[in-house]
Structure formats: structure tokens, C-alpha cells
């Protein structure tokens, strides 16, 4: 009874996960194709396997899956009467029979289609029932579900996540317990099986556990979708070209490494601005180059301020002119950072978020109060539009500061001479580090340079991609003409990085003093900030067709008194930055990140303790025995009792070594067995004394200190 | 037995005794002293000729009893066992003619050969320990002690004794034939004189009844009285078993546990004991149903399983 039951059971559960591994194949087939109503062929798959459950005579399975195929058919296509769906669909049979062997699949109407489709999934459920029910075994299906899903997953819209996670913990479960089935089958073991699920289910359990808790990095490398398809591209072209095999580049993109390749027109709106002043809006900065791409330095400080607070970070030194004004950000795409102008006071948001600005790329990120990223839909600011007094600049004297210089002049080691070269003959003759900025920036507009987003280079294994644009190409976007214009100040000594984030945009319309403009993933830039010693980083425009928003003011309005001052106390103006790396641990950061970190570290140490627990009852004989004896040592209470307690936990530590007892096997017999096993006596003499104490009638007295030797040696024989 | 516990040193001396006679069969010879000092009745069955007359005779002398056989033929009438009143002519009054039912140790050979009417005036006297003669009773010597035994082989013209009976012995015992050794030496002790013949008592009677008081005083402890209930109320539960055990069942197996642990020279009864007498003691008491019998089931596999599932108390 209990037999027919099990095998009742257990076929459920085959059945039940075959099921559920067809249908996972079924359920992103909305997302990927042109393919409606799925559930539809769920149900046939669901029945399908119900009837195979069930041990249906084969007749009245088919002619339940017939039947359901022509009830699905005509309530998805024809919406006749059954007599009549039965007739469409033998003509269209008769119809599209011959455009399957002359390939014309193009032709097929739908409903033929997803008649096929039926016919493939009893196909698929039959040979899925034929290979769990007579071998067991389903490996090398499990094995492409999960293939399907992480393909489906990389190159389609399709998330896969949920469907990983299912198939994770379902499948090795299931694949578990085939394993066990088939031995099962070679050998009658129904011993064991409780372990194994405890086992297998602990594994699995630990698997999720640490997979949840575990940090989920981004993607480490960039998608392969478009290196994939540029490759194919490159592949087309290299027919006509075989020099230009090129890098697509859409919109606003995270990775830098590698600069160069057509930029692809995309008028996705990005976000809506109302705004009092026309500006650029930044994203991050970046400061290493490579040769062939921008590349963040590394660092993991934060800093964090709050919600509609003022940053307390100054941009620049109070010689800068600054004029408050405020502006709306609406965004249309989910972003985790937040899109700012210079001069940024106060970021306020609906959302009780916490802004974290990673102090080496000025990157904001908005996060709620346990670090977790929270993209916010949209936000107002509060910002300080700066006009830069041109004395001033002019007055700047070169920058000293050891460390910025190391930071921001780095350049690789392999960058070709001639573009040293080029940088120090454009700034040769001026006198101010002003002055050279300007020369360089001004070098683009009147040397031939253009603006160009089809045509563009991808620097070659050996190239260097500021060389190539300067020297060879000459033809560009903004990251052409930003990168170079950085790297070759920076060839001169003048720090400078470069900077992401989106231009001003298009202006919609004007309401009440404030202009609309929309930003789209077309006006995603890169521009050039210069660091000025005693004012902080100034933004310029070296890119042809691009104007520099920002104002610098005429010498007349601003006196050479005002700039001069600063100069002298150039420590309390230090670039904010400098003062953030200088102070590495900033408070809030850490208190904030507290809540985030103490529930991972939970889960961790439970993680840890779970697994702790487990090695110590896995590793029980080697420790438990002396613990007992540890135990017994220090325990002086109530002589008699404490040598039947020491008996009873003699007899688990015996069970637990192996040595099992019977229920209807008398102490005795047990002791000649135990006795028997380690080639003593000494189990049968403690059994006597312990008798005397369990059936006499005044309990014997036994002095503990008398047996507990035997005791002792018995329990040490249990160590294994 | 199980472990080698020595006996108490009396029955030690009466086990040697009996042993120069009864070649190899030291259980059935200390099961007899068990049921002789727990005041208990043995059944006997086996086939002729391995002794078990011979085992009475000497376990009757070694013990200085009397000793009575009654052969039981189909046409043994009641007063032939527990005798009857004659008119005594010269008294003028009846005068009773004890049976050979009157005396310690007595052999009922063949038990099953006589008509039940016979078989139960012996019975209830077992059970009462007197026998009523004309409406006067008299009292049956102590110590009595009946050991009974019955031919499995030759069924016909026999009446089987009912289960009623059955339950009035404390033990079913075999005695199974001896080993290639043990009956060459058979062989070479009764080459002259009988053995039977040459043995002497070694305790009296009074002795004897001295040491079932002694019996009766030997500990029973409450979880082994548990353990041994729970035994018999299995049997009466048990899905294959179509009569279980009575109560006088659970009696005489815990009786015989204290003789037992006795004969070993304990004061108390250990679960040993129970797990070695449950056979004997509630074989012959357990009718197993037919359908089970025909999967090959017996009243002593039964037992056996009984045992199995039955949890020895291993703490107060």
C-alpha cells in the first residue's frame, strides 16, 4: 500500500518537473517572438503530461490531445463550428503539406504554424515522458533549458533571472533525484533516502543562499550583442573596406575602454529639463587614458549627502562669479545617477533617497537609506551657474599640487611622440596656462578638423586613438576632439579630465522665465575640464559645431583685485576633490552604508553558522565523544544518577557510532554485540552494573569514580 | 542461554544431578526447575524415546519426591487418576483410594490419548492444587508439579487438548533429539547399570518447598511487569494472530521469570529473562489464523516478533 503510494507519488513528481521544464521553455516565447496566447500550448503541455500520469489507454490520450488542438485552433483562428474547424484544418494540411518540403515556411499562415507547434510539443512531451520513465535521465535536456534561457537572456529582451533561479534550484533537485531513482533501480536501497533529501536539500538551500547574499557585480564585460552584430557588420564591410571594421556606439554608454567607431543616431528623450540658463549637464568625469579609451580611477569613496541638503562642496573658488538658479529634471529613462550642471548645491526628490557621489569620477549616484540603488523619475536642483573671470584664469599660475598633477597628466607610457609634439608646438609662446588651454582648444576649429558621426575610425591593436584622430583621420565626434584635447594638455603638464554627460539639448518651449528642453541619447557629450590653481575645474569646448555654455567674463568687469586674494590662501580654495581625498573616510558614507552591510553580513554569518553546524555534525565523532567525556568530568551531582545518565549517553554515542540497538534487544545482548565489535568485555561488565540500577529493587549503588574508567574507554572506542 | 550466568549453587547440585541422566539438554532440564519452582506444570511434546519420561524420574529423585505416572489410554476414567471411595465393608463406610494423581511429581504420558472427561479431571486438578472425591476435597501433596507430555505424530484416535487446557501449563517444551555425541555417551552410561538407578537426591522436599517461597520473593521491577504486559497485549492485537495470550499468561510468564532469575541467582528479573521464557511461556498459548499459517507462520515466529517490536525498558 504504502509502496503503491510512494511510486504514485514519485511519478508525480516526474511528471510534474518534465512539465515544468517544457513550460519553461514556452514562457519567454512572448517576449521573443510574435508569438500570443502561450498558455494555450501550456495547457496541451500540462495535459499532455497529466495524461501520461494518469497511464490514459494511448486511443483516448490522443484523441483528448486531437480534440484539445481543434478547440485551441478555432477559438484562437477560425471561430467556426467544430465540424467545420476539423474541415479547415485538414485543408489547410492538404494546403501547406507541399510548402514544407519546397521551404517556402515564409508562406505559412499562423494557424498552420501553431498546429505544427502542437505536433512538436507532443512530440518534445513524449520524449521527455519516454526518457524520465525507462532511463531516467535528462541531463542533456536540463543542460540546453539552461542553454536557451542564458541565450535568450543575453541576446533578447527576455529577462531570465526568475527562469535561472527556477531552474537552479528545480533542476538540481530533480536531477538529484533521478540520480537516486536510477540507483533505486539497481539496487533496492530505501535505506538512506532521508539523508539524502536532508543532504541535497541543505546543498541546494546553501546554493541560493549564497547566490542571494553574494554582491551582484554589473556586467564585467561590455554586451556582446553589439560586438557581436559590429563584428557581422565588419564582416559586411570588409568587402568593400577591409580597414574599417568599427565599433557601434548608441547613446549614453557606461564603458569607455574603447573609444572610436560610428556614432548611430538615437533620438530616444533621455529626460525633460525646465530650466533658467542654458548649461551642459555632466554625468561623471574620467581621468585615466589608456590609448585607446577613458578608464575611471579606482577608488570606493563615496560621499553622501542628503535629500534637498546642500552638498557642502565647493566648485570652485569664490573668485568665480555665481548666480543661484534652480532647474527640473524629468527623466524618460531609468538612470542610477543622476544627471546635474556644474555648481550643484541641492538635489531635491520626492523619493527619500540619499545621493552618494563617488568622489573619484564627481559620479552621483541616488541610492535609498540601505545603499540600494533607486533611479528616480524626476527631481528639482539647485545650482550655482559660474562665469569665470578670464583675468583670473589668466592670473592662475601653474599648478604644483604633486598628487593632482600625477592624476591628471597621466598618460600611457606608448602615446606617439608627435603628439607631445603637436600640444607643445600650439602652446609654445604662451605665457599662461590660459592661454595654452584656449591655443588648444581654438587648434580644432582651424586645422582642418571635422565633425563627422558616420565615417569614424576604431584605432587599430598599435594605434593610439588621440594620434590617429590628430594625425591621420581628422575626422570626429566629441570623444575624438575632448580626448585629445585632454591628452594633449596633458602632454604639456596642465592637468585636465575628461567629462561625460549630455549638452543643453533642444529647446521645446519657454514658460514663465523657464526654457523646456529635451534631451535626448543624441546629445550625450564629452567635454574638457581644466584645473586652474586658486578657481578649481573650468569646462571647455574643444569639439567642432559645439559652443561652451558657460560665460567667461571680459577683464573690465572683473578687477584683478578679487581673483589676487584668493591666491594667497590657496588652501582653504583647494579643489573639493583634493579635500575629498583627503579626507578618505567621510562619516556619513560609512554610517549610511551601515544598515545595507550589517543585513548582508547577517546573512552571511548565518550562512556561515549554517554551514558550521554542519561540518560539526558531520565531523560529531571525532569531537562529541570527548565532549561527553568533558562533560561527565565536571558533572558531580547525584552519584547513582550519574552513572545511568553516563550509561544512557554511552548508549547514544554507541548508536551514533553504528552500533545500533534493536528496541526489542535486551541490554545484555546489546553489550555482547558492542563487546563482540571492539573485541572487549568491558560494555558487558558496565551493563551488569547498569542493570542492578534500571530492574533491582533498592538501587545498587555504583561509585562512579569505580566504572567510570570503563565508561571512558568505551566512549573513546566511539571516536572515529 | 545467552550469557553465562552461573546457577544459584542448590539448583547448580539438582541441574548436575538430572544431568547424569539427561544427556545435552540443559535447557529443557532447567526449564522442568522453573516450572517445578514456580510452581508451574510442564507440557512435554516430542516424540517417544528421548527421554522425557527419564527426565521426570530423575528430576522427581533428585529432589527426594515422590514420584507418580499415569499412563493415558483412551479408556482411562477420571477416578483412575484421581482415584475413589470403596465401600469398605468391614468399616462400613466408603473409604477413598487416592489416584496416582497424589503425588509430587507426576507423569501424565500421553496426555492426548485419553477422553477429554479424563484430561480435565487431571487438568483442574493442576489448577486448584486439590481434587474432589465425592464431594470431599482433598488436598494435593506440595510440592506438585505435573509434567505432561503428548505425541506430535501419531494424531489418530487422539484428542488434542483444547486451548483452555493448554493455558493451564506454564511451559510447552521440546526435547529434540541429542547430538552424535551426546548419545555415544548415552550409549556408554547405561552400558551396565541404568543411570536412573544410581542417582541419589540432593534436596529434600522441604528444601525444595523453601526454595519456591525463596521464588516468590525475587524482585519483579514495575517496567519489567510493563515490558512483559505489553508482550502479551501484542499477541492479542497482533493482525495474524486469531487468539492471543491471557492474563493467566502474563502471570505465568512473570511467575516463571522470578524462578528463572531465581535458578541464576539474581533477586530480580531482567528483561533477559522474559525475552528467554516468552517461547516457552506463550507459544502454545497464541492461535495463529489460518491465513497466516499458511504463509508459513508459526505461534513461535509469532513470539519472535512479538519480541522484536516490543521496546526492552532500558531506564526507570
Known sequence: ?720 | METNETLQPTIAQVVENVEKVIIGKRDVVILSIVALLAKGHVLLEDVPGVGKTMLVRALAKSVNAQFKRIQFTPDLLPSDVIGVSVYNQKEMQFEYKPGPIMGNIVLADEINRTSPKTQSALLEAMEEGNVTVDGVTRPLPRPFFVMATQNPIEYEGTYPLPEAQLDRFMFKLKMGYPSLAEEIEMLNRSEKVPPIEEIQPVITMDELLHLQKQVADVYVDENVKRYIVEMVQQSRENASIYLGVSPRGSVALMKAAQAYAFVHGRGFVIPDDVQFLAPYVLSHRIIVKSEAKFDGLTAEEMVAQIMKRTPVPIQR
Open chain 1, 1 to 720: 500500500m504504502m509502496e503503491a503510494v510512494e511510486n504514485i507519488g514519485r511519478r508525480m513528481i516526474i511528471c510534474g518537473f518534465a512539465c515544468w521544464l517544457l513550460i519553461e521553455w514556452l514562457l519567454p516565447l512572448e517576449a521573443v517572438s510574435d508569438t500570443t496566447n502561450a498558455e494555450v500550448f501550456m495547457v496541451f503541455v500540462a495535459a499532455c503530461f497529466l495524461l501520461y500520469l494518469l497511464r490514459t489507454p494511448i486511443w483516448i490520450s490522443v484523441l483528448i490531445k486531437i480534440a484539445y488542438m481543434i478547440y485551441a485552433l478555432n477559438s484562437l483562428f477560425y471561430h467556426v463550428s467544430y465540424v467545420q474547424a476539423v474541415k479547415l484544418i485538414f485543408q489547410e494540411i492538404a494546403h501547406h503539406a507541399p510548402m514544407l518540403f519546397a521551404a517556402r515556411w515564409m508562406e505559412w499562415t499562423n494557424s498552420f504554424r501553431s498546429f505544427l507547434f502542437f505536433f512538436l510539443l507532443w512530440l518534445m512531451a513524449y520524449l521527455l515522458h519516454y526518457r524520465l520513465f525507462t532511463q531516467k535521465r535528462l541531463f542533456l535536456f536540463y543542460a540546453l533549458t539552461v542553454t536557451y534561457i542564458a541565450v535568450l537572456d543575453t541576446f533578447t529582451a527576455f529577462r531570465g533571472n526568475g527562469a535561472i533561479i527556477r531552474l537552479v534550484v528545480f533542476g538540481f533537485f530533480f536531477l538529484s533525484f533521478l540520480h537516486m531513482e536510477r540507483l533505486r533501480e539497481k539496487a533496492t536501497i530505501a535505506e538512506g533516502i532521508r539523508e539524502w533529501w536532508g543532504a541535497c536539500l541543505c546543498l541546494i538551500g546553501l546554493a541560493i543562499a549564497c547566490g542571494y547574499v553574494s554582491p551582484k557585480l554589473p556586467p564585467q564585460w561590455p554586451d556582446p550583442v553589439a560586438f557581436v552584430k559590429s563584428y557581422a557588420v565588419a564582416q559586411e564591410e570588409k568587402r568593400d573596406d577591409p580597414a574599417s571594421a568599427k565599433v557601434k556606439k548608441i547613446g549614453y554608454g557606461q564603458n569607455d575602454s574603447r573609444l572610436g567607431g560610428p556614432f548611430i543616431a538615437d533620438d530616444t528623450v533621455v529626460f525633460i529639463a525646465e530650466d533658467e540658463k542654458r548649461h551642459y549637464w555632466r554625468v561623471e568625469t574620467k581621468d585615466i587614458y589608456t590609448g585607446k579609451g577613458w578608464e575611471s580611477f579606482q577608488s570606493e569613496q563615496l560621499q553622501s549627502f542628503e535629500n534637498n541638503v546642500d552638498l557642502g562642496y565647493s566648485w570652485w573658488s569664490p573668485a568665480v562669479k555665481k548666480q543661484l538658479m534652480t532647474a527640473s529634471v524629468h527623466m524618460k529613462q531609468s538612470y542610477f545617477h543622476i544627471v546635474y550642471p556644474y555648481g550643484l548645491r541641492k538635489v531635491k526628490a520626492k523619493e527619500n533617497v540619499v545621493y552618494r557621489m563617488e568622489a573619484a569620477t564627481e559620479k552621483i549616484y541616488t541610492t535609498d537609506r540601505s545603499a540600494y540603488t533607486l533611479p528616480l523619475a524626476s527631481y528639482d536642483i539647485v545650482y550655482e551657474y559660474p562665469t569665470f573671470p578670464i583675468e583670473a584664469l589668466k592670473a592662475a599660475p601653474p599648478v604644483k599640487d604633486a598628487g593632482l598633477l600625477e592624476r591628471y597628466t597621466q598618460l600611457p607610457k606608448n602615446l606617439p611622440e608627435r603628439v607631445r609634439a603637436l600640444a607643445k608646438q600650439i602652446a609654445s609662446g604662451k605665457p599662461t596656462q590660459y592661454e595654452q588651454v584656449k591655443a588648444i582648444e581654438q587648434y580644432f576649429h582651424t586645422n582642418g578638423y571635422m565633425y563627422e558621426t558616420t565615417d569614424v575610425a576604431v584605432p587599430g591593436k598599435n594605434e593610439d586613438y588621440v594620434d590617429q584622430f590628430l594625425f591621420e583621420t581628422k575626422k570626429g565626434y566629441c570623444d575624438n576632439f575632448s580626448t585629445s584635447m585632454v591628452v594633449m594638455l596633458r602632454a604639456i603638464g596642465i592637468p585636465a579630465r575628461w567629462v561625460k554627460g549630455y549638452t543643453s539639448g533642444r529647446l521645446l518651449e519657454e514658460k514663465n522665465g523657464k526654457y523646456i528642453y529635451e534631451i535626448t541619447n543624441n546629445d550625450a557629450h564629452s567635454w574638457v575640464e581644466v584645473y586652474f590653481f586658486g578657481i578649481g575645474w573650468v569646462p571647455f569646448e574643444p569639439t567642432q559645431g559645439f559652443t561652451n555654455p558657460y560665460v567667461f567674463s571680459a577683464p573690465q568687469s572683473a578687477p584683478e583685485t578679487a581673483p589676487l586674494p584668493e591666491q594667497r590662501q590657496p588652501e582653504q580654495n583647494r579643489v573639493p576633490l583634493d579635500k575629498v581625498r583627503e579626507q578618505p573616510h567621510s562619516a556619513p558614507a560609512e554610517e549610511l552604508s551601515l544598515p545595507a552591510l550589517s543585513w548582508k553580513q547577517a546573512a552571511v554569518a548565518l550562512a556561515v553558522l549554517l554551514a558550521f553546524v554542519w561540518i560539526a555534525y558531520r565531523t560529531r565523532r571525532k569531537w562529541w565523544p570527548y565532549a561527553t567525556i568533558v562533560r561527565f568530568q565536571y558533572k558531580r551531582t547525584k552519584g547513582d544518577n550519574l552513572f545511568a545518565e553516563a550509561y544512557l549517553s554511552l548508549l547514544r554515542h554507541l548508536d551514533d557510532y553504528g552500533l545500533k540497538r534493536n528496541k526489542g534487544q535486551t541490554l545484555r545482548q546489546y553489550a555482547a554485540y558492542v563487546d563482540d565489535w571492539f573485541q572487549t568485555n568491558e560494555m558487558t561488565k558496565l551493563t551488569l552494573l547498569y542493570e542492578k540500577m534500571v530492574y533491582q529493587q533498592e538501587t545498587a549503588r555504583v561509585e562512579w569514580t569505580e566504572v567510570k574508567e570503563l565508561w571512558e574507554n568505551l566512549i573513546k572506542r566511539t571516536v572515529s
